[in-house]
Every structure is written in structure tokens, then in C-alpha cells.
């Protein structure tokens, strides 16, 4: 994550991710993390791990970066629990955030008009025969 903004994904349950905050002192770029334990925000109290929260901890946890390069970085592991919606948070310790909104985007293949489909060229139109051709078969 670069820059005051705000990010979108989409994760499946099960899956972890690694989000990393790069700090470049050369050109002034990054932030640097908070070094509160918790920030209250969106009505609840959210526990901050090198600077990152999520909303809802039912959903997706966070962890420290196992095996993780020194790289000064501000870094954590993310990982969805469930199959619904979360959001990240990264505080930085001059009251700047950023998050990271995950979507819900259920596993599909397009093999049904529910699904986005179907696939392959084929379509689906809903009419009755009697609104073509002034309701004739030819």
C-alpha cells in the first residue's frame, strides 16, 4: 500500500495474503506505523498489529509475517476466515489510515444465468413467443 487510499479485493475463504507498507527514507515515501496496541474506529475497539486492524476478527485475522525480511516495512499476514465481507485498516503514527475493503465475490463458474452465464457464446433471453412477430410462430 502506497499513498492516502483506499484498496479493494476480493478473497476466498481460506486464502492468506501478505500486505506490506514500503517506507523509501531516500525520497520520503511510506509511513510509518502506529505504535498504539488499539484505535477505536467504526464503533468498535480494533486491536493494531504493526500498524494494521480488521474489522471484524470473526471474519479474517491478523499475524505477524512468518520468516519476514528486515526490511523495515510495516507488514502482516492476512487471512480470511469466512466467506463475507471484511475491512482492513493501517495506521500510521501520524493518524493517517488507509484501508483495504474486502468483497464478497462467492466461488462461481458461469454455468447458470444466476451464476453470470453461461459461458461459451451462449445466451439467455426471457420472453414469451407472443411478444415476437405480433405473437405468431413464423
Same mark, same amino acid.
Given at each position: 500500500?502506497?499513498?492516502?487510499?483506499?484498496?479493494?479485493?476480493?478473497?476466498?475463504?481460506?486464502?492468506?495474503?501478505?500486505?506490506?507498507?514500503?517506507?523509501?527514507?531516500?525520497?520520503?515515501?511510506?509511513?510509518?506505523?502506529?505504535?498504539?496496541?488499539?484505535?477505536?474506529?467504526?464503533?468498535?475497539?480494533?486491536?493494531?498489529?504493526?500498524?494494521?486492524?480488521?474489522?471484524?476478527?470473526?471474519?479474517?485475522?491478523? %499475524?505477524? $509475517?512468518?520468516?519476514?525480511?528486515?526490511? &523495515?516495512?510495516?507488514? +502482516?499476514? @492476512?487471512? =480470511?476466515?469466512?466467506?463475507?465481507?471484511?475491512?482492513?485498516?493501517?495506521?500510521?503514527?501520524?493518524?493517517?489510515?488507509?484501508?483495504?475493503?474486502?468483497?464478497?465475490?462467492?466461488?462461481?463458474?458461469?454455468? %447458470?444465468? $444466476?451464476?453470470?452465464?453461461?459461458?461459451? &457464446?451462449?445466451?439467455? +433471453?426471457? @420472453?414469451? =413467443?407472443?411478444?415476437?412477430?405480433?405473437?405468431?410462430?413464423?
Amino acid at each position: 500500500m502506497e499513498g492516502q487510499s483506499s484498496y479493494t479485493l476480493s478473497i476466498q475463504a481460506g486464502t492468506s495474503i501478505k500486505i506490506r507498507v514500503p517506507i523509501d527514507l531516500k525520497f520520503g515515501t511510506g509511513f510509518f506505523p502506529s505504535t498504539e496496541d488499539h484505535i477505536y474506529m467504526d464503533g468498535k475497539e480494533l486491536r493494531i498489529l504493526n500498524g494494521f486492524a480488521v474489522l471484524n476478527e470473526d471474519v479474517g485475522i491478523l %499475524s505477524k $509475517v512468518p520468516n519476514s525480511l528486515k526490511t &523495515g516495512d510495516p507488514e +502482516i499476514m @492476512y487471512q =480470511q476466515l469466512k466467506q463475507k465481507e471484511n475491512k482492513i485498516y493501517f495506521f500510521s503514527d501520524n493518524r493517517i489510515y488507509q484501508t483495504v475493503d474486502i468483497l464478497n465475490i462467492p466461488l462461481h463458474d458461469h454455468s %447458470s444465468i $444466476v451464476q453470470g452465464g453461461p459461458a461459451f &457464446g451462449t445466451y439467455f +433471453i426471457d @420472453y414469451d =413467443q407472443s411478444d415476437v412477430n405480433g405473437g405468431g410462430t413464423n
